[in-house]
Structure formats: C-alpha cells, structure tokens
C-alpha cells in the first residue's frame, strides 16, 4: 500500500463523516420542525419567513429540506464520477441502537491489467479503517497499487 492511496481515502471518509454528521443534524432539526408546523404551532417569531410563505409553504418546504438530508447521508459517500467509471463502488450503512452516527462499509474495487484492488472502508462513530487487498504477487500488486493512484491522480485533476 502506498501513502499517497492511505492519505486519499483518508481525507474522503473524513469529508463524508463530517457530511453525513451535518445531514443528520439537519434532518433532525427538520423533523422536529415538520412535528411542530404540523400540530400548528405558530413558529412565526422564531422563524419570521414563516409569515411570508405560510405554514403550508413552510410544511412543503421542510419536508423537500428533509428527503434531500436523507439523500445526502448516502451520496456523501460517493468517489468522483470518474474513480467510478473506471471501478466499482458499493456503499452499506447500517445503525447500531444506541449510536448516533451509522456506521458504514465502502467497498470499491479497481481492476486493471496487473490485478485487483479492493478497498474497504468501514467506520464506527467517527473512526474508521482502511483496508487495501491485492493479488498475492507482489509485483503485480504494486503496479496495480500505481495505476490506481493514476486514476485518483487523473479524477482529482479533471475535477
């Protein structure tokens, strides 16, 4: 494994715990609010766009604030478009009870004419560990190894 794929996946789990931890604080704040504007609670002093858009316009709009937080618990997850055209990516996030962040399993595989690699992410909380897995044949894994950090190279230029 070199540094330079460590250092990458690294900093795009930390990104994507930081955005998945600000989506469900934001779908929590919007659930609570979706709660009140629906028993009709008047929110016009906390919220004095309220009294512009009424609190049917309020309900819409916090339901859409709410399904897009859904959305954004998964696609925080997502590699570059281009890492995934030329691999595959597949994200599994499950909640443990009792904890607040899900946890989640990325796994993104690379092939290339030296071999596979396989990348495994799995977090717990705000920790995380990342797995790389190649072909036996040293050589072979280290020219697959190079190959992928040409592409994340490429995806992080061309973006």
């Given amino acids: 494994m070199t540094q330079y794929l460590h ?11 930081s955005g998945m931890k600000a989506a469900l604080q934001a779908k929590s704040f919007y659930t609570r609010l979706e709660m009140r504007l629906e028993k009709g609670e008047d929110l016009k002093d906390e919220l004095p766009v ?5 609190n049917t316009g309020a309900l819409e709009v916090v339901r859409e604030a709410i399904k897009e937080n859904t ?5 925080v997850w997502n590699l570059p478009k281009k890492l995934q055209s030329v691999g595959t990516q597949k ?13 989640v399993v990325v796994t993104y595989r690379f ?12 977090t717990a909380g705000e920790n995380f ?7 036996t044949n040293k050589m072979a894994a280290e ?6 950090e040409q592409q994340i190279s490429f995806a992080l230029l061309s973006a």
């Fill in 71 to 75: 959305g954004k618990v998964q696609s």
């Fill in 50 to 54: 309220i009294a512009k858009v009424g």
């Fill in 7 to 17: 250092d990458y996946f690294a900093g795009h789990t930390e990104n994507a715990i």
């Fill in 111 to 122: 092939k290339s004419k030296a071999g596979e690699v396989v990348t495994t992410i799995t």
């Fill in 143 to 148: 020219l697959s190894m190079k190959e992928l």
């Fill in 91 to 103: 994200i599994d996030i499950y909640k443990e009870p009792y904890e607040l962040i899900p946890r």
């Fill in 129 to 135: 560990e990342i797995d790389f897995k190649t072909k």
